[in-house]
């Protein structure tokens, strides 16, 4: 059974920074990918058995994926934030091998956490 659990969420100052974390489990053999999102919008991408990644332009330079010290925890930096990325972030999970940032590829969604950014 897959699981994601996402924390890290919180109400920051626009120009902040924020470190999301997605703790995933259940995935059975190489070929899956991960991907973080903002409400159903793509921010980042890794297939973590291929070292494959991918960043939304919108967020690039800004966002950063990474690989946690724990071998099933996924990362998002987030800098210099904005009002404009208040929102539920996603951590969510395909067996497929697909590197994508669309929604509508993953299978399995963690519950989100909020982030909120005030001006």
């Known amino acids: 059974q897959v699981k994601l659990v996402e924390s890290g969420g919180d109400s920051v100052q626009a120009g902040g920074s924020l470190r999301l974390s997605c703790e995933y489990s259940g995935f059975t053999n190489r070929d899956y990918c991960l991907g973080w999102f903002r409400e159903r919008e793509g921010l980042a991408t890794i297939c973590p058995s291929y070292?494959?990644?991918d960043t939304a332009g919108s967020v690039k330079g800004r966002f950063t994926l990474s690989r946690g010290n724990a071998r099933n925890i996924l990362l998002l930096e987030m800098t210099n934030l904005k009002p404009g990325d208040t929102a539920a972030y996603y951590c969510?999970?395909?067996?497929?091998?697909?590197?994508?940032?669309?929604?509508?590829?993953?299978?399995?969604w963690g519950q989100g956490t909020q982030v909120t950014v005030s001006s």
């Open positions: 070292g494959s990644t």
């Open positions: 969510a999970g395909t067996r497929r091998p697909i590197l994508s940032l669309d929604a509508h590829d993953y299978d399995y």
